[in-house]
C-alpha cells in the first residue's frame, strides 16, 4: 500500500518518492526538488573518498588529554607578572615537569609501543630514502681515481703506443 502525506498544494508521494506541488489554480507544477538531502535516495557512492589525511592518532584518548593537559599546565608555569619568582620557579621546573608526567603519563604502555613502532618504521624508511638519494648521486657522478699518478702513467703508454715505430 503505498501512501502519500502532507497538503493539497505540497505533498510526498510513495509512489514515485518524490514531492510534488500545485499552484494556486490546482495545476501540478513541474517543480526538482533537491533530493540530495534525503540519505536514502542517496545511498550509493559513484567515486571511493581519498584516503584520510589526518590518519588515527598512535595515541589512546586518554594519553591524547594527558598530553594536553601536562602541556597546558607547563604552558602556565611561569606567572607573567611576578618575575621574583621566576628564578626560583625554574629551579623547581624540573621536578614540577617530572611530577606532572607522574601524574598524568604521556603515553600509556600500549600507546608508547605503537608510537615506539611507529618511529622505528619512519626512521627505517628515512635511511632507505637517504641510501637510495646517495646512490644515485654516486651513480651519476663519475668516480674520482684513486691514483692520479696512475691515469697519467696510462696516458703516456697509450701516446707510446700510437706513436710510429722506427726500426734500425
Known amino acids: 500500500m503505498r501512501l ?31 533530493r540530495m538531502w534525503d540519505a536514502s535516495v542517496n545511498d550509493v557512492q559513484y567515486a571511493s573518498r581519498e584516503k584520510d589525511p589526518y590518519p588515527a592518532s598512535l595515541f589512546c584518548r586518554t594519553c591524547l588529554a594527558n598530553q594536553t593537559l601536562v602541556t597546558n599546565l607547563l ?3 611561569l606567572p607573567e607578572e611576578d618575575e621574583q ?18 601524574r598524568y603519563p604521556l603515553a600509556c604502555e600500549a600507546c608508547h609501543a605503537r608510537a615506539m613502532a611507529h618511529l622505528q618504521q619512519r626512521d627505517q ?18 668516480a674520482p681515481s684513486l ?16 706513436l710510429p715505430r722506427t726500426h734500425p
Not at 94 to 101: H, N
Not at 126 to 141: F, G, K, M, P, V
Open 4 to 34: 502519500s502525506s502532507g497538503t493539497p498544494a505540497r505533498w510526498f508521494c510513495s509512489a514515485c518518492a518524490s514531492w510534488n506541488h500545485t499552484d494556486e489554480h490546482g495545476h501540478i507544477l513541474d517543480l526538482y526538488e533537491r
Open 75 to 77: 604552558a602556565s608555569y
Open 85 to 102: 619568582l621566576d628564578d626560583e620557579r625554574m629551579r623547581a621546573y624540573p621536578d614540577y615537569k617530572r611530577s606532572l608526567e607522574e
Open 125 to 142: 624508511q628515512i635511511q632507505r630514502t637517504s641510501l637510495a638519494s646517495w646512490l644515485q648521486r654516486r651513480a651519476s657522478t663519475p
Open 147 to 162: 691514483w692520479p699518478w696512475h691515469a697519467a702513467r696510462l696516458q703516456c703508454r697509450t701516446s707510446k703506443d700510437t
